[in-house]
């Protein structure tokens, strides 16, 4: 099994800055993508970033340019850097990650971080 736990959401005012992470632990063999999705309240769960264990990256049009995602491969640790927050940006921010064993695909997901912005 595969554990993901998130820490470093909080309140935060608007055009400030946080920084999530997600530590993996469990059987992390072959732990590929990684990334954070976040769910607004009324609204559907939407993809903010993904990281492939290389490196390369994927961000939402929402958050180019404001949002870094990082990973430390050694510590089995994705970040998700957010600056110039906006009150939009409050929702709940899950990361996920991916699972290759013997051809086939697991995805886990931790179980959210609150990210509050105000105005």
């Known amino acids: 099994q595969v554990q993901l736990v998130e820490s470093g959401g909080g309140l935060v005012q608007a055009g400030g800055s946080l920084r999530l992470s997600c530590t993996v632990s469990?059987?992390?063999?072959?732990?590929?993508?990684m990334g954070w999705y976040r769910q607004a309240p009324g609204k559907q769960r939407e993809l903010v970033a993904t990281i492939t264990r290389g490196g390369s990256t994927n961000y939402a049009d929402s958050v180019k340019g404001r949002f870094t995602i990082s990973r430390d491969n050694a510590k089995n640790t994705v970040y998700l850097q957010m600056d110039s927050l906006t009150p939009e940006d409050t929702a709940v921010y899950y990361c996920?990650?991916?699972?290759?064993?013997?051809?086939?695909?697991?995805?886990?997901w931790g179980q959210g971080t609150q990210v509050t912005v105000s105005s």
């Open positions: 996920t990650a991916d699972q290759y064993v013997l051809g086939s695909r697991y995805n886990y």
């Open positions: 469990g059987n992390i063999f072959r732990i590929n993508t």
